[in-house]
């Protein structure tokens, strides 16, 4: 069968190319179309029609300085899958562009099916009912999710989350602190995002830090999309290691970790590393986002266990200050420490184990057979 599969940024582009993985295996005939970046191409074998690096702009106001851009990328994407007609279209979160992409599609007779589903619950919840009317099948990979969509009268999968199977999948170096001169202290590793706006805000701040933590090593993860002269740009005076395709080999060697708010949070947690989580963007976006945003917490390891079990830090108060006061509490008060090992220990419960990349992959290829 002939899927196309849309991710529009970096955390998008690893659970997309997982997914190709196991539809390879369980459908030897499957040919792919890919709209992501350097994973999901490699694993499919074929050039992104748009690579994410062009794709992923954040923020309310960001967007509409990059209107242009998304339209563009819109009818490109609308006039390749009807040259291309698959036999399903595979969309994985991204929810502004995709549920256009998705109405296109059901219009020109294309299944629809939407992995990783889009974070309606967190506001404008009415778009379920956009969802309902676009969308033949919906899999979760958010435990509360299922719940959330039982309200609406909606029949969704829960699947489990791919970033399990990731983390499961992963092969670490063994040698990842000598390869990247790491010895001697220990880590502080610094997530600032994988997109201009999250970098240009974030890295700025958590750079500082290494003039506050003499004594640990202030590690950056780089996203595949930028190079480190973009990185250093950001840095003012310091002068922070950067190591790319690396951040699972990074947050098994941290003792703590500085993590701008998205899927990176719960990857931290999955580590068991202690985290401080960042957010900054621009005035409006952020004004505008908590007027509608519908839910308490900003990171996914508060959300799914409905507490604070890690600190959040956004806009004005994402400061060198109290990054810094925080990091210390994780590292030097025990008490608190181990409160948040013991949060994440029930994250890792309610999470449960790897195979949503296969389940999906399964339950795909079912629904396209007997549908």
Known sequence: MKYYIIAGETSGDLHGANLILAL?????????????GDRMQGAS?????????????????????NIRAISANLRRVKADLLAYQPNCLILIDFPGFNLK?????????????????????????????????????????????????RKWHM????????????IADYSYNERFRDAHGLTGRPI????????????????????????RFPAHHCVVAGAPNFTPEYYRQHMGEANLPIVFDATYDLLKHAEVAVVASGTATLETALFDVPQVVVYKAHPLSVAIGRWLIQVKHISLVNLILDKPAVRELIQ????????????????????????????????HKEMGGPGASERTAQQIIAFLRTG
Not at 24 to 36: H, L, P
Not at 114 to 122: D, F, L
Not at 155 to 165: F, I, K, M, S
């Open 45 to 65: 074998g074929e050039k992104a029609v748009i690579h994410t690096s062009e794709m992923a702009f954040m923020g309310f106001v960001e967007v509409l300085a």
């Open 155 to 166: 029949d969704v999968d829960y699947v489990g989350n791919p970033l399990l199977d990731a």
């Open 101 to 149: 992409i998705a109405s296109f599609a059901k219009k020109n007779g294309i299944k629809v099916c939407y992995y990783i589903s889009p974070k309606v619950w967190a506001w404008n919840q009415r778009r379920v009912l956009k969802i309902k009317r676009v969308v033949d099948k919906l899999f979760c990979i958010l435990p509360f999710e299922v719940d959330f969509y």
């Open 24 to 36: 390879k295996k369980q459908d030897t005939e499957a040919q792919f179309r890919v709209v992501g």
């Open 316 to 347: 004005k108060e994402c400061t060198v200050e109290n990054i810094s006061e925080e990091l210390n509490r994780l590292l030097n008060n025990k008490k608190h420490r181990a409160q948040v090992l013991e949060d994440y220990a029930a994250l």
């Open 188 to 211: 502080i590793a610094l997530l600032p995002g994988s997109r201009h706006m999250e970098i240009s805000k974030l890295l700025p701040i958590m750079s500082q830090l290494s003039f």
